[in-house]
């Protein structure tokens, strides 16, 4: 662009000299004027390689242009608007401003001290269409500064869309495990436990055998029920209610204990206050509390009896599971790998601005207490 610039500015100030050497001085120095001429206008080239060089070759051909050759500077074109603009567009304010003050004043000056003075309204105007050409240089400059600013801050907000991208798909990555952590481990510590009994069994206690097949089929529908509706609720989230059913809550600990109470540990339940008022967030979470508990007394304690003291009221949830330790010839059975129920169990009730506390009682066995403040669901 600045090439074709720099021929259109050559263009005019070789037509320009041409016409005034043959107007004013059919004899003169055509030569030298048409050389300065092009001089002048190759200046335009450089305009924004070079812009200082540029603009002090264009000033020294037009000082040769109208002191040496005594020829009005106005005639040599549009070379000099080419190379406002670019002093405004290529500095910063407080330079591009200083060097249209040199340009201005080099212009008044070569235009005063000419013998073909054109008069200060004319004077005046070509300062005009200078300063005007200049003016959009620094507009040019300002809408390139605020589009690379804007486009450094899309990169920014590109950048941060994919952290919260990541963020996001860690903490689903972090809920998927926890739900099927919380839905399937319960459901196969009961199965697993009465499939020993049931192995016992054989052949000798057909009634206890029959018993523990039935609870093992009743928790491996339950479980099956539990892991559809997880999976209607992963695959969408604009499913129905109807078809992804309620979401247990602590009103329905019956239910979870009786699953216990069937394993072979017997559960002392005491609840107080109104289970029902207790949010539905924080109602799940203390429900899948409880069930982590019971889970691990069954799984892990090889304890016979637990005792479950459920609180409700005062603006929060209390809970708390004890067992009595192991009975007498239980083995710890060898680890699986997991480790992550009391970890779920914490993130929930960090959730809900809850605490946990686990450790062993002073009397024996293992003791589990947990409390989920209402207000900090929302409440």
């Given at each position: 662009?600045?090439?074709l ?8 100030a070789?037509?320009?000299t041409s ?6 001085r ?6 030298a004027a048409?050389?300065v001429?092009v ?9 924004r390689i070079?812009?200082v060089p540029a603009l002090?070759?264009?000033?020294g051909?037009a000082a ?5 050759l005594?020829l ?15 002093l405004?567009?290529e500095?910063p304010r ?5 060097l249209?003050?040199?340009v ?12 073909a003075?054109?008069?200060?309204d004319?004077?005046?105007l070509f300062?005009?269409?200078?300063a005007?050409s ?9 809408w390139q ?12 907000l590109?950048e941060a ?16 495990a ?16 009465h499939?020993?009994?049931a ?8 009634e ?5 097949l039935d609870?093992?089929e009743?928790s491996?529908?339950?479980?099956l029920?539990e ?7 992963l695959?969408d ?11 247990p809550g602590v009103?329905?600990?019956h239910?979870?204990?009786a699953?216990?109470?069937?394993a ?8 107080e206050?109104d289970?029902e008022d207790?949010p539905?967030?924080?109602?799940l ?12 007394v ?8 637990a ?5 409700a009221?005062?603006?929060s949830?209390a809970?708390?599971v ?8 239980w083995?710890r ?5 997991g480790?992550?129920?009391?970890i779920g169990?914490?993130e ?6 809850g605490t946990?506390s686990?450790?062993p009682?002073a009397?024996?066995?293992w003791?589990?207490?947990a ?9």
């Amino acid at each position: 662009m600045d090439f074709l610039l720099a021929g259109v500015a050559i263009y005019a100030a070789w037509t320009l000299t041409s016409e005034l050497m043959r107007a004013i001085r059919p004899n003169g120095n055509a030569p030298a004027a048409h050389t300065v001429a092009v001089l002048h206008g190759s200046t335009v080239a450089f305009r924004r390689i070079a812009p200082v060089p540029a603009l002090v070759g264009l000033l020294g051909t037009a000082a040769v242009f109208s002191l040496a050759l005594d020829l009005p500077v106005y005639m040599l074109g549009p070379a000099v608007l080419f190379v406002a603009y670019a002093l405004g567009s290529e500095f910063p304010r407080r330079h591009a401003v200083a060097l249209l003050g040199v340009v201005e004043l080099s212009l008044v000056l070569l235009l005063t001290s000419s013998s073909a003075f054109p008069g200060w309204d004319s004077v005046a105007l070509f300062a005009g269409l200078v300063a005007g050409s200049w003016f959009l240089g620094v507009i040019a400059r300002r809408w390139q500064t605020l589009a690379r600013e804007l486009a450094a801050r899309a990169a920014e907000l590109e950048e941060a869309r994919t952290e919260l991208a990541r963020h996001a798909v860690a903490a689903e990555r972090l809920r998927i495990a926890r739900e099927l952590h919380d839905v399937v481990a319960h459901s196969m510590s009961v199965i697993a436990m009465h499939a020993g009994v049931a192995r016992l069994a054989v052949g000798t206690k057909p009634e206890s055998e029959v018993a523990a097949l039935d609870v093992i089929e009743r928790s491996s529908r339950e479980a099956l029920t539990e892991m559809r509706r997880l999976v209607t609720v992963l695959r969408d989230e604009n499913a129905g209610s109807a078809e992804r059913g309620p979401a247990p809550g602590v009103s329905e600990l019956h239910t979870l204990v009786a699953g216990v109470v069937e394993a072979g540990v017997t559960v002392d339940v005491r609840t107080e206050g109104d289970l029902e008022d207790v949010p539905a967030g924080v109602s799940l979470a203390a429900y899948r509390v409880v069930q982590e508990a019971l889970t691990n007394v069954v799984r892990h304690a090889g304890s016979t009896h637990a005792r479950l003291d459920v609180r409700a009221g005062d603006g929060s949830v209390a809970i708390r599971v004890d067992d009595d330790g192991p009975a007498a010839g239980w083995q710890r059975p060898a680890p699986s790998g997991g480790g992550h129920g009391t970890i779920g169990m914490r993130e929930r009730l960090e959730l809900y601005g809850g605490t946990l506390s686990t450790g062993p009682r002073a009397g024996g066995g293992w003791s589990v207490e947990a409390r989920l403040p209402y207000i900090a669901a929302g409440r």
